[in-house]
């Protein structure tokens, strides 16, 4: 499935953007900053090492209007010191993926109704006790969503995401 790049406010799109990075103190402030000067919403963030420690390698969805803004900022990301390589993922072909986690109401009775969202979405429980369970998937945005949509009826009670990561298929 392909993701949709729009957000469900009228003319906000979704940008997903990677940033390749020396791994130096104060770099992830210096590039958050260039998005919020401009008043981009960051929707996601992920940053790790790569198989070279010195360098990083941050994914960031950003919430924009207008795609002229969003290449002034890519413009001025490369001429950043630290910055290795931009890669706006928006317009080419990728794969994304995002870890959640969502603790839900849960009893026995509810068991076999569980399985069925389980097994719709290949999301697992990786725990369960006696009023709650643990729920773990990785996949993209649509799937997150569609597990999201059958796990209402149990009652969320905690939810955290991992942050959308993105690699080329290139």
């Given at each position: 499935?392909?993701?949709?790049?729009?957000?469900?406010?009228?003319?906000?799109?979704?940008?997903?953007?990677?940033?390749?990075?020396?791994?130096?103190?104060?770099?992830?402030?210096?590039?958050?900053?260039?998005?919020?000067?401009?008043?981009?919403?960051?929707?996601?963030?992920?940053?790790?090492?790569?198989?070279?420690?010195?360098?990083?390698?941050?994914?960031?969805?950003?919430?924009?209007?207008d795609e002229k803004i969003l290449e002034q900022i890519k413009k001025q990301l490369n001429k950043l010191i630290d910055v290795i390589i931009v890669t706006d993922f928006t317009k080419k072909s990728h794969v994304?993926?995002?870890?959640?986690?969502?603790?839900?109401?849960?009893?026995?009775?509810?068991?076999?109704?569980?399985?069925?969202?389980?097994?719709?979405?290949?999301?697992?429980?990786?725990?369960?006790?006696?009023?709650?369970?643990?729920?773990?998937?990785?996949?993209?945005?649509?799937?997150?969503?569609?597990?999201?949509?059958?796990?209402?009826?149990?009652?969320?009670?905690?939810?955290?995401?991992?942050?959308?990561?993105?690699?080329?298929?290139?």
């Open positions: 499935r392909s993701v949709k790049p729009h957000d469900r406010r009228a003319g906000i799109m979704r940008h997903t953007v990677s940033i390749l990075v020396e791994n130096k103190f104060g770099v992830l402030a210096r590039i958050a900053g260039l998005f919020s000067a401009r008043g981009y919403n960051i929707a996601s963030l992920a940053v790790s090492e790569t198989l070279d420690p010195t360098i990083s390698y941050m994914t960031m969805v950003v919430e924009a209007e994304d993926r995002e870890l959640m986690l969502v603790k839900i109401g849960y009893s026995s009775k509810d068991k076999s109704k569980l399985d069925g969202v389980l097994n719709k979405t290949g999301a697992k429980a990786i725990q369960s006790a006696d009023d709650t369970a643990i729920i773990e998937m990785m996949g993209n945005q649509d799937d997150i969503r569609e597990l999201l949509d059958g796990l209402k009826q149990f009652g969320i009670k905690e939810l955290v995401r991992s942050g959308r990561i993105a690699i080329s298929k290139e």
